[in-house]
């Protein structure tokens, strides 16, 4: 998922626009918590928008060649669209009456922005103001196993069944799934093949993570989300550590041992955790995720939390027998997310979160 292409994006047609900006009227139709630009751009998996409309009909505006899309309405998914390019996609045939819309972007793109145009209503319906945003809020950080990499898979070899992009779907990352069942708006920053000090088999080296948790835009240098006074997470779960560690040190590497390795990964997540707390404050729960029960990476995390001394950093180990890890590449399947979100929001209900 770490590609160089080119971005390529090609500018939304004329007749899908209305007399008002683009910027202005995304706005007002609808409602994303997600790292979203001015200009209605985005890179980040996960990422939905939300909005009212009335009317038989609906249509969705995007700019994007290279993602894929679910559109659902009343709560139902009516589409999928794969890199479904410069186009308005319609819903029609609906009842005359009040609906709600989302579109939610199911895959990642770190190399390449989508472009979200807004919402058109059908001849005789209008597009109504945006709901509300939800009073919690969650942030989800971390790898591939966050993003949902390969979920909707039921083999671990993809190669003949679509490959990895058309069988991600973040939309139904534990994740996403917990954050519904908590009535939370939520953002999924994941990237694939990261770490904390070491991405996957020591690729990319000299950067990280780290390197790209404060873009909106992963793709462009230097980009900064600016985080807005209206996203404040009560809650935010870092799972990062499985490509730092999943991996035997190569020849060249920084690290000339793997307790050279533990030192500076404990290190850069403290430092991390400081990141976290000056930008959220002292009363958000920041919980530190580990899929494994026993190893360097698992240990390395409960001694992270350990040193911290805070009782809103916890450590939250969901490794279980029970995970089939059936997605593409020994990644979660569908199931698995599943099963994991059951695991956090019951974790979650053990632990005092000041919603």
């Not at 980040?44 to 505006?61: L, M, S």
């Not at 579109?103 to 945006?130: I, Q």
């Amino acid at each position: 998922m770490n590609g160089s292409r080119a971005t390529v994006l090609v500018a939304v047609a004329a007749l899908v626009l209305t007399a008002a900006p683009a910027t202005a009227r995304v706005g007002y139709q609808a409602h994303t918590a997600g790292r979203v630009t001015k200009t209605g751009q985005y890179t980040w998996p996960g990422v939905y928008f939300e909005g009212r409309f009335r009317g038989t009909g609906i249509g969705v505006v995007l700019n994007d060649s290279v993602n894929d899309y679910d559109v659902q309405i009343d709560g139902t998914t009516v589409a999928s669209l794969v890199t479904p390019g410069a186009t308005t996609h319609w819903v029609r045939g609906l009842s005359d009456t009040a609906h709600r819309v989302r579109l939610v972007k199911r895959t990642e793109s770190p190399w390449a922005a989508g472009e979200f145009g807004g919402f058109v209503a059908a001849d005789g319906g209008s597009v109504l103001a945006k709901p509300a945003a939800r009073q919690r809020q969650i942030e989800f950080i971390g790898d591939s196993l966050t993003a949902g990499y390969g979920n909707l898979s039921t083999t671990r070899d993809c190669s003949a069944n679509g490959g990895v992009t058309r069988n991600t779907n973040t939309d139904v990352s534990f994740g996403a799934i917990t954050a519904r069942a908590l009535n939370a708006d939520y953002q999924v920053n994941a990237f694939s093949g990261m770490g904390m000090v070491r991405n996957y088999n020591g690729h990319s080296a000299g950067t990280s993570y780290r390197t790209y948790y404060d873009r909106a835009l992963l793709h462009v240098d230097g980009d900064v989300w600016r985080v807005p006074a209206s996203w404040r997470p009560q809650l935010v779960v870092v799972g990062l550590g499985t490509n730092d560690f999943s991996t035997a040190l190569n020849p060249g590497e920084p690290w000339a041992t793997p307790e050279a390795l533990v030192s500076d990964y404990m290190a850069a997540y403290q430092g991390f955790l400081d990141k976290l707390r000056a930008r959220y404050g002292s009363r958000t729960t920041i919980v530190v995720g580990v899929p494994e029960g026993s190893g360097r990476f698992a240990d390395a995390a409960r001694q992270v939390v350990r040193d911290r001394g805070d009782s809103r950093v916890r450590l939250w180990n969901y490794d279980d027998p029970a995970l089939d890890r059936l997605g593409c590449d020994w990644h979660f399947s569908a199931r698995d997310h599943r099963l994991i979100a059951d695991k956090l929001n019951a974790y979650l209900a053990t632990i005092p979160l000041r919603w």
